[in-house]
């Protein structure tokens, strides 16, 4: 079993930042991919930025140039650091972590954390 836990998120204002963290039970390097996605109230979850296991990163494209994804691999965890913040950044954050589970299908499994509140005020 997977477990994420995310911490760091809270109340900022416009301009502020805060940087995001995901302790997962397990070692980070296992999984394919790992990132962060958000919900915003009566909006579907989208892409914040993640990083496959090949290095690779991949942003959505309303955070580009603000947001940064790392991680420590000793202490497996994902940070997310978010700058110059806009009330529309203003959502519930989720960890993510996804592992490939039958090769010969090519399925992938979706682990997600709890979630953690994000409100930017202007």
């Known amino acids: 079993q997977v477990q994420l836990v995310e911490s760091g998120g809270g109340l900022v204002q416009a301009g502020g930042s805060l940087r995001l963290s995901c302790a997962a039970s397990?070692?980070?390097?296992?999984?394919?991919?790992m990132g962060w996605y958000r919900q915003a109230p009566g909006n579907q979850r989208e892409l914040v930025a993640t990083?496959?296991?090949?290095?690779?990163?991949n942003y959505g494209n309303s955070v580009k140039g603000r947001f940064t994804i790392s991680k420590d691999n000793a202490k497996n965890t994902v940070y997310l650091q978010m700058n110059s913040l806009k009330p529309e950044d203003t959502a519930v954050y989720y960890c993510n972590a996804r592992l490939l589970v039958e090769i010969t299908s090519g399925r992938y499994e979706d682990y997600w954390g709890q979630g953690t509140q994000v409100t930017v005020s202007s």
């Open positions: 397990r070692n980070i390097f296992s999984f394919n991919a």
């Open positions: 990083f496959s296991r090949s290095g690779s990163t």
